[in-house]
């Protein structure tokens, strides 16, 4: 199959599609690869290093959608990549469909085929192409909740680990999945006193098996959160209800029972938040404060460190890339329920319901295409 990899265009996107290891691994198994120039740049991969891996660089963005067959990249099209699109082009990406009712109508427009990392799922119902950016995104909510912290920043001017004879700081983290037990097992390496809560008790008893003695775990309630705010400097909104707006857990009236200097990240922003003063932020402009509390709530965490989420992103995606490739769509797809549920629009027809029903477009069973 021919492959290309064009450079993300998106404001502020430095992430890549490929690497040039997974651009290597798509070679040895018989295809073709184009890379546009400057692709990897942002992630710290040389247009040398994808030639010396096997493809063959592009000077620009048209030349790679007019030659591939399958485009692999890591945000949905933007409008100006629209008419980029050929007829029956085969794009493997992150769409997000169901938040972008242009997008979803451009590609059907331009009969395109799309899978979407977001909606692979596998049989247990987890979502192996979100995984690594919740693992970036919880790791690094401790790093920036540390930084913020600090009195400059117009934090509490607090160390997170504490030295010998000065008390550690207190993290909170609402959420124990992938993102919570991520910011969890960082922010006690660095040596803070942590609390992490979640309604599922199967999964406190995971974490109470596998994570350090200086995090407790406890069952999520209103009663037991407006205590603990009032006592910790970092906390971290780390809640999913999958499909579903995330529960407002931190309401306004709790910041006046903070200490002045408490920092809040909200991760969970791209579902709405669980923090009821959150509102979206970007890397730019991270924080803003009320009432002396310091709110971070980046909506594309992984984008500040290209370098480590491509490589996550990739490690993740690659195997499936693969799959598609020897295949092609139609017949990896009818041989791999995670992969068919990846199908949002097909030449066309959309193919998956939630998209359909946000949009009250007409809905047609993916089995009909394949
Ligand atoms: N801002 C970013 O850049 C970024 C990056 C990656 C993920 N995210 C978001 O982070 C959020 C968490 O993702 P995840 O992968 O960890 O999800 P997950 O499904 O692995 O974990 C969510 C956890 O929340 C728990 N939960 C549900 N209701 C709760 C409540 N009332 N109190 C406490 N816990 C509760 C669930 O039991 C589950 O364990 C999602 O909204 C995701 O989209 C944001």
Redesign the pocket.
Known sequence: MIIGVPKEIKNNENRVGATPAGVNELVRNGHTVYVQATAGEGSGFADEEYANAGATILPTIAEVYAIAEMIVKVKEPIESEYSLIKDNQLLFTYFHFASHEPLTKAMIERNAVCLAYETVERPDRSLPL??P??E???RMSIQEGAKYLEKPLKGRGILLGGVPGVRPAQVLI???????TNAAKMAAGMGADVTI????LA?LRYLDDVLPANVTTQM?NGYVIRELVKTHDLIIG?????GAK??N?ITRDMLKTMKPGTVLVD?????GGCIETCKPTTHENPTFIIDDVVHYC?????GAVPFTSTQALTNATLPYVVQVANKGWKEACANSEELKKGLNVVNGKVVYKGVAEAFGLEYTDVNTVL
């Open positions: 979100l995984v950016m919740s970036v995104a919880g609402l959420g124990g999945g992938v993102v919570g809560l979640d309604t599922n999964r999520s780390a809640v999913l209800i999958p995330a529960p857990l991760v969970a922003v791209d579902q980046v909506a594309n965490m992984p």
